[in-house]
């Protein structure tokens, strides 16, 4: 079943934006849809975003999903502060680990490379 929500709709969804579960699974499912065509495991691909390092800025994270992954036409910048300020693995945080990382995308990245 495709519950996919058109990038219209997520970011017609940002101006009354409401931090729910269903709205955080389909931004993670948009990044990890990109990041699902990189064969290589979870870990190695958080190297992307932190160059090899144990983490990476909050900040440097979402230039590298707006920018490398070219996602800025699906995923508007609000939304990833939304989201990065949100979630639950994430909150109070100002760096992202590989753990986190992991934590928060596994199961996305799984599901996307099926």
Not at 85 to 109: M, T, Y
Request: charged share 25%.
């Amino acid at each position: 079943m495709n519950t996919d929500i058109p990038s219209q709709s997520i970011a017609k969804m940002t101006n009354q934006l409401t931090y729910n579960v269903e709205w955080e699974n389909q931004l993670i499912a948009t990044i990890a849809k990109t990041l699902a065509r990189i064969n290589a495991e979870t870990a190695l691909i958080f190297g992307i975003f932190s160059g090899g390092h144990r983490s990476v800025t909050k900040e440097d994270f979402k230039y590298c999903v707006l920018s490398r992954l070219n996602l800025k036409d699906k995923i508007s910048e609000r939304e990833m502060d939304f989201f990065l300020e949100g979630n639950r693995v994430l909150e109070g945080k100002s760096f992202i680990e590989r753990q986190d990382f992991e934590s928060v995308f596994a199961n996305a990245l799984l599901t996307a490379k099926e």
